[in-house]
Nanobody, 131 residues
Framework: QVRVVESGGGSVQTGGSLRLTCAVS????????MGWFRQAPGKEREFVAA????????KYLDSVKGRFTISRDNDKNTAYLQMNALKPEDTAVYFC????????????????????????WGQGTQVTVSS
């Protein structure tokens, strides 16, 4: 059984930073894509960032480009989301998602922002940014 656990959320003021961690445990497999999504109250879940197995492909939501950085450590089965210059509109529950199904490299970039492309999800970690 695969377990995905997020950590690192919290409350910060505008301009502050947080680093989210996504730890995958259970069966050993290659997480072809690891991604971060978020859901604010009353809104749909939205894509934030994703990274391919090799880290050659990364994708970001336009509004977080230049502020958030996604990375991963395959030896530790862990992904990270460094969030800087946080804004109140970044307030949400942040979810980590993992794709185990094989995907052709040419399709990775066009798939990694889509919810249904992922196989496992964590329970989420709350990020609150106050003005």
């Amino acid at each position: 059984q695969v377990r995905v656990v997020e950590s690192g959320g919290g409350s910060v003021q505008t301009g502050g930073s947080l680093r989210l961690t996504c730890a995958v445990s259970g069966r050993t497999f290659a997480a072809y894509i690891m991604g971060w999504f978020r859901q604010a109250p009353g809104k749909e879940r939205e894509f934030v960032a994703a990274i391919s197995w090799s880290a050659n492909t990364k994708k970001y939501l336009d509004s977080v480009k230049g502020r958030f950085t996604i990375s991963r450590d395959n030896d530790k089965n862990t992904a990270y989301l460094q969030m800087n210059a946080l804004k109140p509109e970044d307030t949400a529950v942040y979810f980590c998602a993992v794709r185990e199904r094989v995907i052709t490299p040419q399709y990775i970039e066009n798939s990694m922002h889509l919810n249904h492309e992922y196989d496992y999800w964590g329970q989420g970690t709350q990020v609150t940014v106050s003005s």
